[in-house]
């Protein structure tokens, strides 16, 4: 089955205006943009066809192809990745039996996440969708914690049942649970993880699904599926000692060069 990866990046991106370009340093010292650390990521993924990045933004394209990767230009009128990706893979000749959206701010993506992400669509015939979860650990069920408290998005949160089939995702903390865990300790709390494998049919049938109440809540473009009626597969994979971090807010910049630094990624 062939794959393509698609990475959306838009410049003008609501909370983080030009964040595709903002430069992250490394555990060397070596600064890249975030746009590159993303297609970095997607390159160093095994099984995969070809990659792209889906831009509606002349200073994104120029600073890709200063680095050989293939953009692929998009409306300005697509209003989420999922819908950016769609029309790349239409602009490219609807060829791709899996199209994974690599969302263009989560450069700490390790491969085998998006390796396990595709042998999960390909065992599971039923799944319209899949998309990573990793189980949260004391730390980090704390960390999302506080910033909800705080009154930041920080992480979203999945919940599934048998056979991994998602029951609803959001940007609260859910499920609940009033224990206390200790920083190395599993949680019942999933993290999830901003990336997603499409059959090229419900890729297809996306964009011309109205927003529905869930979405528009939430902000979280994988709900549209799901009230649509379309299974959602949640398929968990192992950090390995890799910390994972979505780039969201300014505030996240430290957060991420911390992480770099901690796991020497250069």
């Not at 994104?60 to 192809?65: G, K, N, S, V």
């Not at 790349?88 to 390790?110: E, R």
């Not at 730390?139 to 991994?164: C, M, P, S």
Request: charged share 20%.
């Amino acid at each position: 089955m062939s794959v393509l990866i698609v990475i959306p990046a838009r410049y003008a991106s609501s909370r983080y205006p030009g964040k595709p370009l903002v430069p992250l340093t490394g555990a060397t010292g070596a600064a890249q943009t975030l746009i590159e650390r993303s297609w970095r990521a997607a390159i160093a993924v095994d099984g995969v066809d070809r990659v792209v990045v889906a831009t509606d933004d002349d200073r994104i394209r120029d600073a890709c192809e200063a680095l050989g990767a293939e953009v692929v230009m998009t409306s300005e009128a697509c209003g989420n990745g999922t819908e950016r990706c769609a029309e790349a893979h239409a602009v490219l000749g609807n060829g791709y039996d899996i199209v994974v959206n690599l969302q263009g701010d989560a450069p700490l993506t390790p491969h085998w996440f998006i390796e396990g992400l595709v042998s999960g669509l390909r065992a599971a015939p039923n799944a319209e969708i899949a998309t990573p979860v990793l189980r949260c650990d004391g730390a980090t069920l704390t960390g999302f914690l506080e910033d909800r408290k705080a009154g930041r998005v920080g992480g979203t949160t999945a919940v599934f049942g048998a056979g991994g089939a998602a029951l609803y995702f959001s940007k609260e903390v859910i499920p609940y649970t009033n224990a206390t865990y200790a920083p190395d300790a599993d949680t019942p709390v999933f993290h999830h993880v901003g990336v997603y494998a499409y059959r090229p049919d419900a890729l297809a049938a996306y964009p011309d699904w109205p927003i529905g109440p869930l979405e528009q809540l939430e902000g979280l473009e994988q709900l549209r599926f799901l009230e649509n009626g379309r299974q959602v597969l949640c398929v968990e994979v192992e950090a390995k000692g890799r910390q994972f971090w979505e780039l969201n807010n300014p505030q996240d910049v430290p957060k991420i060069e911390q992480m770099m630094a901690e796991m020497g990624l250069e």
